[in-house]
């Protein structure tokens, strides 16, 4: 009886020990478990934050890249406006050129017309004077041929009174001798 007795305990004892074991084995296995999902976890946060992190990486390059865009354009934007400006100098020059040519040509035409006009005055001046000269001679011409006429009637009608002086002169000297 204490020999049945004894191998009892031996075999709950045995039993006690085999629940232990297996309790251990379950700690162990769910330790595992525990572990290898804590590994998971952790690989997987750090995929995510490195997913993340392309992510803003990512986000930044694309804000570069429109950042860069934006001020292409606008350098654009500002090269075509120069152009513009510097178009419409140029043409504002030409025109101020132009008015200067147009006015200097108007000044030259107007010059000429001057000379014109004071040469056709000195030529109008010159015939009047050329016509006076000439209406003057012809008077004094006119004079002297009156004046000449004038002396050659004076001495035609002097030698007549003399030609009847001397004829009487002549009949009264034949009558005294007659007497």
Known sequence: QRAAKLKEEQIAIAKEREAEA??????????????????????????????????REEKERAAQQAAKLKEEESAKHQAAKEQEEQAAIARQREEEEKAAQQAAKQQDEQELA??????????????????????????????????????????????????????LEKTNKLMEEER
Do not use: C, V
Not at 23 to 30: E, G, K, Y
Not at 37 to 42: E, K, L
Not at 144 to 159: G, M, V, W
């Open 22 to 55: 297996e309790r251990l084995a379950a700690i162990n296995t769910q330790r595992e478990k525990d572990e290898e999902a804590a590994a998971q976890q952790a690989a997987k946060e750090k995929e995510e934050q490195a997913a993340i992190a392309r992510q």
């Open 114 to 167: 001057k000379q014109k006009e004071e040469q056709e005055a000195i030529a109008r001046q010159r015939e009047a004077e050329e016509h006076a000269a000439a209406q003057k001679i012809a008077k004094q011409k006119e004079e002297q041929e009156a004046l000449a006429r004038q002396r050659e009637a004076k001495q035609k009608e002097e030698q007549e009174a003399l030609s009847r002086q001397l004829e």
